[in-house]
């Protein structure tokens, strides 16, 4: 029975400023902040329940590969990675930018039919109704940091 986390990056594992710079590379704009800062937080929560797997729904699948956006997160995240929102026959990655990224999720929630899923995303917009008590939605300064986003991991993963 497949539990899935559909996890977002920017606003959730770090502050949501992040930009692209064709020498300085992928970055984090806000002083003091880094790329993946809250990353351990999030590897701490799951710790207990090894059976939740990663959908990545980050739009950082978007503009690079697949393999590129999971090697940025640490061996024990990467091992739980089944793939992202993104790898799917019958929608190019471009066209994805274009649909609201609730219903990229659900769209791949139906597709995986999970036993069990829930999402962790700063971006609320297009999400369903029915779907809205499964998104966990972070403010995109302080993204998993913020204890109130722990305690609701928390409490969504022991539902499951």
């Known amino acids: 029975m497949t539990k899935i986390l559909y996890l977002d990056f920017d606003g959730v594992l770090h502050d949501e400023r992040v930009y692209f710079h064709p020498r300085r590379g992928i970055y984090v704009a806000t002083p003091g902040r880094v790329l993946f ?72 929630m139906h ?4 036993a069990a899923w829930f999402a962790i995303d700063d971006d609320n917009i297009g999400w369903p109704a029915w779907s809205r008590d499964n998104l966990i ?16 991991i928390q409490a969504m993963l022991e539902r499951f």
């Open 111 to 114: 597709r995986r039919a999970p």
């Open 37 to 108: 800062e809250w990353m351990p937080i999030l590897e701490r929560l799951l710790a207990p329940y090894p059976d939740v797997r990663i959908v990545l729904s980050t739009s950082w699948a978007r503009v690079r590969s697949a393999s590129f956006v999971k090697k940025n997160l640490s061996p024990a995240l990467q091992e739980r990675v089944i793939g992202t929102t993104f790898q799917h026959y019958g929608i190019e990655k471009n066209a994805c930018s274009a649909i609201p990224r609730g219903l990229q999720v659900t769209q791949d």
């Open 137 to 152: 939605r972070t403010n995109g300064v302080r993204g998993i940091s913020d204890p109130n986003i722990q305690q609701a």
